[in-house]
């Protein structure tokens, strides 16, 4: 005996997000189906659009249902010539948080690995080449992740920039605000000591 | 700065699942986007039919989208003189699997809660009153869970039997099978106790 044909469909849709095994797809299953069924139905109606709306930004390749992003189709940020590489929308968000950069972005939406077929194009660099010849850009900050991929993609980004007479630089790693240096992993003092500054 | 109103959207939208807090639901947001558009879509269309089109079947109260589930369709199922009373759905998947009952189930969706205005009419103890003086039922198997609310519901139908002059019986509480005493919390210990049998 299983579950009837509609709710093992749904459990089993469930199981495609993040982080959601079977006990507890079952379980949104069937909190949704006992308390929810409104707050469900607006979550298809919300997947439906999205899916079908959310596109890239034509000039910054973040997330968004408009040809240009808020940020993107904001004159005063456009003005700035400082761009900011990060390789998620969700970076953007972060560095939004801390208000203390003003200029534009560039969002990879990934970042180079030959092992997985993903290439300067998959990334967008051939764009990011265009906006680094024809901007007003004088300074690229590379925020990729402090990976290996993101580190191989900073540095060929950097060589993209050196082709184009624009200075890169790389956002700093060391020991995070707060952080206590003993449970710092070694990689990361590394970094924190060849980054030191004169006090 | 934001997400875009249908990222936004999206993200608000899985906050209703159980367990999700902003950060999953961001996270399963845009691992869709980015992954898995088509996965998304179908969810959207089977959270829909599911809550459009599943109910209660008629006859045990739990969730299906027919008029009788598949235990209740089935006749030999029904010839049988045994009804065994849960809380939910998942736990006749759970009794099912054991292969252990040949008989029929009744649902409660629930538990008796005064505090929370649940009572009788709520779990469907009128529409259980209705076969326990019609069909032919010998014994109740009372397999609510071993919790206040639980042992109360089990009383009030124990009750409902007795006035029926059908017999009522409840599961066993005790030392789960592979458990050892020594992790046991003592409420539980006391049921095996108390419901100890000859060697
Ligand atoms: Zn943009
Ligand atoms: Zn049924």
Do not use: W
């Amino acid at each position: 005996m299983q579950f009837s044909p509609l709710i093992k469909d749904l459990v089993d849709a469930f199981k495609i997000l993040p982080g959601v095994g079977p006990k507890s797809a079952q379980r949104m299953a069937f909190h949704l189906l006992e308390r929810n069924r409104q707050g469900a139905l607006q979550l298809s109606r919300v997947l439906h659009n999205a899916m079908e709306h959310v596109k890239h930004c034509e000039q910054c390749r973040t997330f968004c249902e408009n040809k240009l992003c808020e940020i993107c189709a904001n004159p005063k940020r456009q003005l700035n010539t400082s761009l900011c590489v990060v390789e998620s929308p969700q970076d953007v968000l972060a560095i939004e948080q801390t208000s203390e950069f003003k200029g534009r972005y560039f969002v990879l939406m990934g970042h180079l690995s030959p092992i997985d077929g993903i290439g300067p194009a998959d990334i967008g660099l051939e764009q990011l080449a265009t906006i680094l010849e024809k901007d007003n850009i004088d300074e690229v900050i590379l925020a990729t992740n402090p990976t290996v991929e993101g580190e191989a993609t900073a540095h060929y980004i950097a060589q993209m920039c050196r082709t184009n007479d624009v200075k890169a630089s790389r956002i700093a790693h060391g020991v995070p605000v707060g952080g206590e240096l003993e449970f710092i992993d070694g990689n990361t003092l590394t970094h924190a000591f060849a980054g030191r500054r004169s006090f």
